[in-house]
């Protein structure tokens, strides 16, 4: 009998008991225990199922589940007598930072306290009897009583909950008499909300002490694994675990256990008889790349797809993308070219570390790209290694067809849903209406420049050219189905041209050019509107669509002019 879809299932005996649909991946369980490193760190983009994994993790090692080989008959770690005997036999500890998603310090502690005071409770028979000391079993209930209190600000010993998985490796093999595993899912989801709600420096430093005592100095534990889709920097949370390893998309360890290869998922669509769909399947869906491994695809949107038949940005869908829409948004001019060109199908070369530094940010050029890239949004097509400085050179692109959507669809909501001037001067361009253009265009500037402020006080001249490359990304994404839109950025203060090709034969082209008015040279804005539709034509922007057999008299010229937020718009006659 086929299978069924259990959209969103991360739960591995769930899927095992259930005639869940599900690939396996247990070789997964072989190469980690066979690696032997201690601390495992393995990034890798969301919904790609490092909750499940973990949970099979969870399922095969953990004492909770001995006798439960069942779950794992049929699978490839069931062939090998070694791991049949293995299964069910060791203390585990598993944990997931998954919902820790707070707004301040003190509601992310309380969140790790809780995941903390669950790790305790699922080991409750601890307490029982008299295996632990009074001491030993006050510090046990004071995890739940603090996770279940009405008031949770009364807070709770920093010291005590830091060392408080280290406790509870020292009780469990104490009485299993064999040291602990500890899994750790969605490591980094609270450090980015740290990062987004500015209280990164605080919890920073109370998870460097947590992890120090719970991986570093723990000598009752044997092995851990984390998961999380960003590496954050080592001098961050990572600084005393010199026995970390760290496993992340361009490395070729564990490259196909996270996501489905191309030839897993044309057996379901085979087995579903979607074989002819295989093409528009690739296009959405494929393209991410780890280590050696190509054609990885994503397995909420494969899932998704085999539910529903039908194509969707599911795995757009399942985040706000609001970090790295803001990014993009307020980064300067350069940042937002090469949003241009990614958009445009080009791919970049850009120098990053694929260390994530949240505080930098905003001031490092390659960190947001490192971020893109561990996000899933880029892939790396190839990688550089540069003797003289010991960084690399990656060439990222697009990820697919679903990815390509989502920036768009993330441009697009630069430009609020209210802000309907944005809308009308839209229909003016496209309709040629030079009076409607300069209403609604001022109302745009006005609304769109505090938008595109990064928040350190451009300059009144270099904010035009902030505004005009939002506004360009805008047009390109907004009328990617009538016109080819192209930026050929010439440099200085905003000082650019626009060239908008027509799909349509019917319709006309346009050139646009932005100029700040020079206070100096320029005695009105008229003046510089004037200059703007002179250096079209003294530099012949016409070129290029008249090769592609444009006629002139379908090409329409317009001249952009700014002074503080204030801009003029003229044509020049036909």
Not at 519 to 533: F, I, M
């Amino acid at each position: 009998m086929l299978a069924k879809i259990s959209i969103g299932n991360q739960s591995f005996e769930y899927a095992r008991q259930n005639n869940v649909f599900y690939i396996d991946k247990t070789r997964f369980i072989r190469e980690w225990w066979e690696c032997a490193d201690v601390v495992t760190l393995i990034t890798r983009p969301r919904r790609f199922g490092k909750t499940l994994n973990l949970n099979m993790m969870e399922c095969f090692f953990s004492t909770t589940f001995s006798q439960r080989g069942d779950l794992f008959e049929g699978l490839s770690i069931w062939n090998e007598q070694k791991y049949r005997e293995m299964q069910g036999t060791w203390p585990v500890i598993s944990l997931t930072f998954a919902g820790i998603k707070s707004t301040n310090f003190q509601d992310a502690k309380n969140g790790i306290v809780k995941v903390i005071a669950d790790a305790y409770e699922s080991h409750r028979y601890l307490k029982d009897g008299d295996f632990l000391n009074d001491k030993e079993k006050a510090d046990y209930q004071a995890f739940k009583n603090h996770a279940t209190d009405p008031n949770p600000n009364k807070d709770i010993s920093t010291q005590l909950v830091t060392s408080a998985l280290n406790m509870l490796s020292e009780y469990l093999e104490r009485y299993h008499g064999k040291k602990v595993l500890i899994f750790l899912d969605e490591y980094d989801t609270p450090l980015q909300e740290a990062y987004v709600y500015g209280y990164w420096k605080e919890l920073v430093e109370f998870i460097r002490e947590l992890f120090n005592n719970t991986f570093k100095t723990n000598k009752y534990l044997y092995r851990a694994l984390l998961t999380g889709i960003t590496r954050v920097s080592k001098e961050s949370i990572f600084s005393d675990l010199n026995n970390l390893e760290v496993v992340t998309t361009t490395s070729d360890k564990y490259c196909t256990s996270f996501g489905f290869t191309e030839d897993e998922v044309f057996h379901a669509l085979d087995e579903r008889g979607l074989s002819d769909e295989k093409e528009n399947v690739k296009s959405w869906y494929d393209g991410f790349i780890f280590g050696n491994q190509s054609d990885i695809y994503n397995p909420w949107s494969i899932t998704k797809y085999l539910d529903s038949k039908k194509y969707g940005t599911y795995w757009a869908d399942t985040s706000s993308n609001a970090l790295v829409s803001n990014l993009f948004k307020q980064g300067d001019s350069e940042l937002k070219m090469q949003v241009e060109d990614l958009l445009a199908g080009k791919s970049l070369e850009i120098v990053l570390d694929e260390q994530i530094i949240f505080d930098q940010l905003e001031s490092m050029p390659g960190a947001v790209f490192s971020l893109l890239m561990a996000s899933g949004y880029l892939k790396p097509l190839s990688r550089q290694f540069l003797m003289d400085s010991g960084e690399s050179k990656y060439q990222l692109k697009i990820t697919n067809y679903e990815t390509l959507l989502m920036f768009r669809r993330m441009i697009s909501g630069w430009f609020p849903a209210d802000l309907t001037s944005y809308g009308n001067f839209k229909k003016a361009l496209l309709q040629g209406d030079l009076k409607y253009m300069n209403r609604f265009m001022n109302d745009v500037a006005k609304v769109m420049f505090s938008t595109f402020d990064a928040g350190n006080k451009p300059s009144e001249a270099a904010e035009p050219e902030r505004f005009y490359h939002g506004f360009v990304l805008g047009l390109i994404v907004d009328l990617t189905g009538k016109y080819h839109v192209r930026s050929n950025r010439e440099s200085g203060f905003g000082r650019y041209d626009v060239i908008m090709e027509p799909k349509d034969v019917s319709d006309d082209a346009i050139v646009m050019e932005f100029k700040v008015h020079d206070e100096y040279d320029e005695g009105s804005l008229e003046d510089t509107v004037a200059n703007a539709l002179r250096q079209i034509e003294e530099r012949a922007y016409d070129t290029e669509l008249l090769a592609r057999d444009i006629p002139k008299e379908r090409i329409r010229h317009y001249g952009f002019a700014f002074k503080g937020k204030q801009v003029l718009i003229g044509q020049s006659p036909r």
